[in-house]
């Protein structure tokens, strides 16, 4: 099983992007995926999922309205698009996989996702 997260990169504050995770040797449209990020010093958040089958959404708050997730499962790929970047949002972000199918605060759990991507660093320019 791999995640191969990709995409990142040095953006100015107010840019975007969008970052990808590519799955293989796994049924990518049976697993849940979610990102976390991983700032230098602090703990891993969470930031958004999204459930297999019905493509539900969750996200924190920090993400809320300027982070979207969205998956191709014809392509094995889930997607962070970010908004409106602020230096704040400098981290390394990760995707991850379960096959549960998780509502509300359950998706932030990270003990609940089995499958980790190697994490891709995102850094934002004031």
């Known amino acids: 099983v791999q995640l191969q997260a990709s995409g990142g990169g040095l953006v100015q504050a107010g840019g975007s992007l969008t970052i990808s995770c590519v799955a293989s040797?796994?049924?990518?449209?049976?697993?849940?995926f979610a990102w976390f990020r991983q700032a230098p010093g602090k703990e891993r958040e969470f930031l958004a999922g999204?459930?297999?089958?019905?493509?539900?959404?969750y996200y924190t708050d920090s993400a809320k309205g300027r982070f979207t997730i969205s998956r191709d499962n014809a392509r094995s790929t889930a997607y962070l698009q970010m908004n409106n970047l602020e230096p704040e949002d400098t981290a390394v972000y990760y995707c991850?996989?379960?096959?549960?199918?998780?509502?509300?605060?359950?998706?932030?759990?990270?003990?609940?996702?089995?499958?980790w991507g190697q994490g891709t660093l995102v850094t934002v320019s004031s």
């Open positions: 991850a996989a379960s096959t549960n199918r998780k509502v509300g605060t359950a998706f932030q759990v990270s003990s609940g996702y089995s499958y």
């Open positions: 040797g796994i049924t990518f449209s049976r697993h849940t």
């Open positions: 999204i459930n297999w089958a019905t493509s539900n959404t």
